[in-house]
């Protein structure tokens, strides 16, 4: 999403750029594929904005992902996360460690060939899907000994 968009999407909803909003939006413009949770984003906005509280990072989030700029996903660890929402729904998959919550992108949508074998047999269109693998990322299989 490029930030024209996102100033559109703000006057849209009646909302103002204010430069709490904008330091929040450029950290994920700057982060692409990277899912942040509140804590995350207010712990990297604060090394530019350390006026910029928790309830103001949390109060931006909900009102960035009413108005379509951010979407919020949740991986079953009880932390939502964010990310710039995609202009094409359901291109990536998710890779989430279950010791360390890193959360990692798959690109390639594995799922394209089965919507449209549904679509044949069941005459169901997809319009969206999630997919979340569940596992160990490298770094905690080296740390516990794994190969």
């Known amino acids: ?10 006057e849209q909803g009646a909302r103002r ?3 709490q909003r904008e330091v929040i939006i450029r950290l994920f413009a700057e982060h692409p594929g ?15 904005a350390s006026e910029i ?20 996903i949740n991986f079953g660890d009880g932390r939502a996360r964010y990310e710039l929402n995609q202009e094409e729904p359901h291109r990536h998959h998710h890779l989430v460690c ?3 919550g890193r ?10 060939s089965l ?25 905690c299989q080296k740390a516990q000994g794994h190969h």
């Open 115 to 139: 919507e449209g074998r549904i679509l044949e047999e069941r005459g169901f269109k997809v319009l969206d899907h999630e997919l979340k693998f569940y596992g160990l990322c490298r770094s």
């Open 1 to 10: 999403m490029q930030i024209a968009e996102v100033l559109q999407k703000l």
């Open 98 to 100: 279950m010791r360390c």
């Open 34 to 48: 990277r899912h942040l949770s509140a804590e995350e984003v207010h712990a990297l906005v604060k090394e530019e």
């Open 17 to 19: 750029l204010t430069p």
């Open 53 to 72: 509280g928790l309830a103001t990072v949390y109060r931006t989030l909900e009102l960035l992902t009413e108005l379509g700029i951010l979407q919020r």
């Open 103 to 112: 959360v990692e992108e798959y690109g390639e949508d594995l799922l394209d």
